[in-house]
């Protein structure tokens, strides 16, 4: 049988008995058809227990997300069954090893566009002074974004460069401050924060102009004019600065287990999905330098 008209007897399946939508049905077909492509095939008859692997292979080659690779071996899975029990096909003990989907790999900055984030705040302020202060601990120790905006001043030890977070399900520890963090924190206390109105009132490090600690949302938009007066044209968030930490501390040649913990991580698997990012920046690289060869 034709593909096309094994294809149309599988639609009208879904329409009558399952009662699918249309819309649905034409993403199926959609997949369908750049699954057959792929594997030039015309006829059932050509079907045989090893589409879906082949498929697979040729499919990874072209680096398509494994969301989309995993969504089309679906449609033809459900297809090819279907074909069995109408009896159009014989059995096929279809050999499938599904990718997994994996996570989309965070937005890492370069070390030079961080150092241009991390030059945006104007320190002759004390808006300035204290944003400057915040970038600088994030990217230093990286911190969640929670954790950062509650810090308190109790929590921060100045002689031994370190700062004491409770980070989620009140675990403690206990991660050191790069010497930079360090200058721009103490600056703003001495000279930003003491003239903040009800600054005294309250413990928390990182205040707004009325006293009170800063708004997650608040400081979302701040990188968001930070970065765009730095010309960085990728998409990034306070946790951005995180995931930038994390990974230049492992392109440096830090060990796993060490970043694991200043992030707080319970599972090393979270941490190791910088490591991909690190490979990723590695092998672009490298392909550039073989292009200028």
Known sequence: ????????????YLRVEKGVSNDTILSYHYDLNEFF???KKEDTDEFNANDITDFIKLESRRFLSSSTIIRRISSTKNLYL?????GIINPLDLKIKTPKAIKKLPVALSIEEVEELLEAPN????DGKRDKAMLETMYSSGLRVSELLS???DQLN??????EIIGKGNK????PLGEYALEYVNEYIKNGRCKIKGHSRTNYLFLNRYGKP???????????KYAKEAGINKEISPHTLRHCFATHMLENGAELRAVQKMLGHSNIATTQIYTNISTKRILSAYDLYEKRK
Not at 1 to 12: S, T, V
Not at 172 to 175: D, F, G, L, S, T
């Open 82 to 86: 279907f074909l069995e029990r109408e």
């Open 123 to 126: 320190i002759n302020k004390v």
């Open 214 to 224: 800063l708004s997650r949302q608040y400081f979302f938009m701040q990188i968001k």
């Open 158 to 163: 100045f002689e031994r460069g370190i700062v």
């Open 172 to 175: 403690q520890r206990k991660v």
């Open 37 to 39: 492509k792929v594997l």
């Open 1 to 12: 049988m034709q593909i096309e008209e094994a294809i149309d007897k599988y639609f009208k």
């Open 151 to 153: 810090l308190k001043l």
